[in-house]
């Protein structure tokens, strides 16, 4: 990956194709489009632009599009794996998996147009193989949806 700040300093954004080296998930399940803030071992702020060329518009729902909650907290979820994914002393090959939810509050509806700005902070790690995120995402400003995010890592 590309640092357009000079060879060292730290990384603090990522555009698209770096988030595809980073996560697995591809279209239409990629919902991260680049992280505009990135400190290792600790957070991440990404950007969803939701547009309504979405597929899940076609039928959530006809005449009034919402962006479905559950894709809200996924694309929370994204963002807290590319910290996770960035982790120093995991091995290559290992990938955090989103297992759990909890205190999960929806607060503002996401429409077409809408900018997400997701932020994930990490909260804890045990054994290098469980993690607990902070997670929230805003329009304008406006919480829209927050939780904690539960991670385990797989082979």
Avoid: W
């Avoid at 899940?56 to 909650?69: D, E, S, Y």
């Avoid at 193989?129 to 805003?138: D, L, N, Y």
Wanted: glycine content about 8%; overall charge neutral.
């Amino acid at each position: 990956m590309s640092n357009p700040s000079g060879p060292n300093d730290p990384k603090t954004t990522f555009m698209i194709e770096e988030i595809q080296e980073l996560l697995p998930h591809r279209y239409p399940f990629l919902l991260v489009d680049r992280v505009i803030d990135y400190k290792e071992s600790e957070r991440a702020v990404g950007i969803k632009n939701v547009t309504m060329n979405e597929a899940f518009f076609q039928g959530h729902f006809p005449g009034r599009p919402l962006m479905p909650g559950v894709l809200i907290v996924e694309a929370m979820a994204q963002v807290g794996g590319i910290v996770l994914s960035q982790l120093p002393d995991i091995p290559a090959g290992k990938l955090f998996v989103f297992t759990g939810i909890d205190k999960v509050r929806i607060r503002r509806s996401v429409v077409p147009g809408d900018q997400l700005i997701i932020t994930a902070e990490l909260l804890s790690l045990k054994r290098k193989r469980f993690a607990m995120m902070s997670t929230k995402a805003e329009v304008e400003g406006q919480l829209s949806c927050s939780g904690e995010l539960m991670f385990a890592m797989v082979d």
